[in-house]
């Protein structure tokens, strides 16, 4: 027990933890995790209890004062990270974490329209040379996806439609990311590992729709579409076409079956296996978190 006490960061704010999205579905999760272990955070984003905004440099100093460790959710199709972390050094930051995510370091494994994964492998890249201790996480497809996410709207109205065929992923649950997330920021060992995380099968879109409906009590249907008539949907609702498009691509991996894939990274983080599908979906209605 003194070991681990030990090898945890613990103290004043010099030895504050610094987590970015931390609204967000892993960074939320991030904050209550450390908090529930009595560590000292500061919970950053635009809408969050520290004011941070990656599109304003100004506010990343006071972000990063007094900082030890820092998990980094970087804002998508930017290379800001790379920067971010030049300043951290400078303030005396000894730990990052990176959310990064499966895929990223396999050629052609999404259309890349949005610029996303130039700015995700540039971050993972900064990560690397940066010098410090490091760890990036790299999960699958979240779980949250169908409760907070991309998909939660669908899911609300009963109907979840889709260009994603008999697609399945190995949808991992945000609060498996963030205990590795936690146990890297806290503990010596991850450092310079990279971790991917995904749940422990892959689940088809009809079973996971099916699980929620079950979970929740109430109906709700798959439905899946080419992706010529997603996109015609989304446009019909007044999504702009190049938007619309991006979208599809997004799902495409899903649809191809290249997320169904089992990594190992939440058993060699934690030594134990990832939560199913099944209890994401009963914890969630346990929370409340499929309204009728
Ligand atoms: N969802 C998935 O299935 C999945 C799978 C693999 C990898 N990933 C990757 O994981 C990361 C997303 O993590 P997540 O799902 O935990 O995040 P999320 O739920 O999308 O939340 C994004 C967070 O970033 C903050 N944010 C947005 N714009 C910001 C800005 N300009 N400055 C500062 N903060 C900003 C948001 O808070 P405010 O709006 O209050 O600022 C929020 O806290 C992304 O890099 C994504 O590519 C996602």
Do not use: C
């Not at 704010?13 to 009595?38: E, H, W």
């Not at 998508?76 to 030049?86: A, H, M, N, S």
């Not at 994964?117 to 940066?130: F, H, K, N, P, W």
Request: glycine letters at 12%.
């Amino acid at each position: 027990m003194e070991r681990l006490a030990a090898r945890r960061l613990t103290g004043g704010m010099a030895d504050s933890i610094l987590v970015t999205g931390a609204t967000g579905k892993s960074g939320r999760r991030v904050v209550d995790q450390l908090r529930a272990q009595g560590l000292p955070v500061r919970a950053a984003a635009r809408g969050g209890e520290h004011t941070f905004d990656w599109t304003d440099p100004g506010t990343w100093d006071a972000a990063l004062e007094g900082m030890r460790s820092a998990y980094i959710v970087q804002l998508d199709g930017t290379k800001l990270v790379r920067p971010f972390i030049e300043r951290a050094v400078r303030h005396g930051v000894r730990r990052i974490v990176l959310a990064s995510g499966r895929g990223i370091d396999v050629p052609g494994y999404a259309k890349d329209s949005g610029g996303v994964l130039e700015g995700i492998i540039d971050s993972e890249a900064a990560v690397r040379d940066s010098g410090l201790e490091w760890t990036i996480s790299r999960p699958g497809w979240f779980a949250q996806n169908f409760s907070e996410g991309f998909f939660a709207d669908a899911i609300r109205t009963g109907e979840l439609r889709l260009p994603a065929g008999d697609g399945a992923a190995s949808f991992v649950d945000a609060e498996d990311i963030a205990a590795v997330v936690v146990a890297a920021l806290t503990e010596d060992r991850h450092a310079g590992q990279i971790y991917e995380v995904s749940g422990p099968r892959a689940v088809t879109l009809s079973e996971a729709v099916a699980t929620i409906s079950e979970a929740a009590g109430r109906e709700i249907r798959y439905v899946p579409l080419s992706a010529g008539e997603y996109v015609a949907e989304l446009v019909a609702q007044g999504v702009p076409a190049p938007d619309a498009e991006a979208f599809a691509d997004v799902i495409e991996p899903l649809r191809e079956g290249r997320d169904a894939y089992v990594s190992d990274g939440v058993r060699r983080a934690l030594g134990r296996p990832p939560r199913t599908f099944a209890e994401f979906a009963e914890s969630t209605a346990a929370a409340g978190g499929w309204p009728a």
